[in-house]
C-alpha cells in the first residue's frame, strides 16, 4: 500500500456535537479538486461522535479527531485544531459554509506568495430574505464575491487561512486571539504579516435569516468584538470609544457601501436596507456596552448561534440547502 502524501493544508473543523453537525462541510471538502493534498482536522467534545467510513478518509490525505473536552467556543477550538495541524497551512471552516470546489487550490496556490494569511470571497448560501442579505452584509460586507484581488487589513473570521507557523508565535494567546480575527489579524499587520483577498477562492455563506436569532447574535458579536478589544486599551481610550459609539452603525453602514464591487450587490443592499440598519444599530449598542462593561455574557452567548446554524434560519432556506 503507497503511504498517503503530506498534505499542503490542514482544514480545521470545529464540531460541539457529533459528526452529522459538519457533514454538510465535509463533503464539499471532498470534492475540493486537491482533496487528495488536504488533512481535515475535526474538534470535538469527544472522539466517540466522530465515526467516519473509509469512503471519507480515503477522500483526504488525512483526517484527525482533536478531543476537547471542556469545549466552549469557536476561537478556542479553532486553536487547538491549529495546534494539532500537520500541514504548512491550516485553513478554518464552519458547519453553516460550504467551499467551493477549487477554493482549497486558489488558497494554496496565493500561499506560495507573500502572504501570511489569505482569505476567501464570500456569497450567499441562502439569498432567499433581506435578513439573510443583512447578516451577510454585516459580516462579510468587504469580501463579497464579485471583487477584486488585493491586499487587505483584514479577512473574514472563521474562514481564513493562515501560515502554521505564524499563528504558533502566539502561543498561549492564540485562543484568545482566534475569538476576535479581526484584532488576530490587525495584530498581525503591526508584526509585519501580509493579508490577501483571494477572490477566486470561493465559500457560500448561511446567514441568519430569523429575526429572533439575527438580532441577539448582532448584538453579542458586537459586545464581545468591543469587550475584547476593551481589554487591552487604557481607561481614557475606552471613554474615548464608549463617547464614539453611535457613531459605529452610521461608518459601518457607509464603508459597507463603498466596498460593493457590483450592481446587483448595490440592489441588494438597497433592498434589505431597512433590515440592515436595525441590525447594525443592535450591533452598535453591542459595543457601547461592550467598550464600557467588558465581555460579560457575550462569551457565553456568541458560541449558541455559532453553531447550528439550520436552527437559525427560515424553513425555506433549509429545503433549499438540502435540495442543494
Known amino acids: 500500500m503507497s503511504e498517503r502524501p503530506i498534505p499542503e493544508m490542514s482544514v480545521v473543523l470545529a464540531t460541539p456535537d457529533g459528526v452529522d453537525v459538519i457533514r454538510r462541510t465535509l463533503a464539499h471538502l471532498a470534492r475540493q479538486t486537491v482533496s487528495s493534498a488536504l488533512e481535515v482536522v475535526i474538534v470535538a467534545p469527544s472522539q466517540a461522535g466522530i465515526v467516519l467510513d473509509d469512503e471519507w478518509r480515503s477522500a483526504f490525505a488525512g483526517v484527525q479527531v482533536v478531543e476537547l473536552e471542556s469545549f466552549r467556543s469557536m476561537g478556542q477550538a479553532n486553536a487547538a485544531g491549529v495546534r494539532s495541524a500537520t500541514a504548512p497551512i491550516v485553513a478554518l471552516a464552519e458547519d453553516h459554509c460550504f467551499p467551493e470546489p477549487e477554493w482549497a487550490q486558489h488558497l494554496v496556490e496565493a500561499h506560495r506568495g507573500p502572504w501570511d494569511a489569505v482569505g476567501p470571497s464570500v456569497r450567499n448560501a441562502n439569498p432567499r430574505s433581506a435578513v439573510s442579505w443583512a447578516d451577510l452584509f454585516i459580516g462579510y460586507g468587504p ?182
Open 143 to 324: 469580501w463579497l464575491w464579485p471583487t477584486e484581488p488585493r491586499e487587505v487589513e483584514f479577512l473574514p473570521g472563521h474562514n481564513t487561512s493562515y501560515k502554521r507557523d505564524v499563528l504558533l508565535r502566539y502561543q498561549e494567546r492564540l485562543d484568545a486571539l482566534m475569538e476576535a480575527e479581526t484584532l488576530l489579524h490587525w495584530e498581525m499587520r503591526r508584526g509585519g504579516s501580509r493579508l490577501r483577498l483571494c477572490p477566486s477562492a470561493r465559500v457560500a455563506h448561511t446567514n441568519f435569516s430569523r429575526w429572533r436569532s439575527f438580532l441577539p447574535a448582532q448584538y453579542y458579536n458586537g459586545r464581545f468584538f468591543a469587550g475584547a478589544r476593551a481589554s487591552r486599551m487604557p481607561l481614557w481610550k475606552r471613554v474615548v470609544f464608549v463617547g464614539g459609539s453611535p457613531a459605529i452603525p452610521l461608518l459601518r453602514l457607509w464603508r459597507i457601501w463603498r466596498g460593493i464591487g457590483s450592481a446587483e450587490l448595490r440592489r441588494r443592499f438597497l433592498a434589505c436596507l431597512p433590515a440592515l440598519a436595525i441590525g447594525l444599530g443592535t450591533d452598535g449598542i453591542g459595543q457601547l456596552v461592550g467598550y464600557a462593561a467588558g465581555i460579560g455574557q457575550a462569551a457565553e452567548q456568541v458560541p449558541r448561534f455559532e453553531f447550528h446554524r439550520m436552527r437559525h434560519i427560515r424553513d425555506d432556506d433549509r429545503r433549499d440547502l438540502s435540495a442543494g
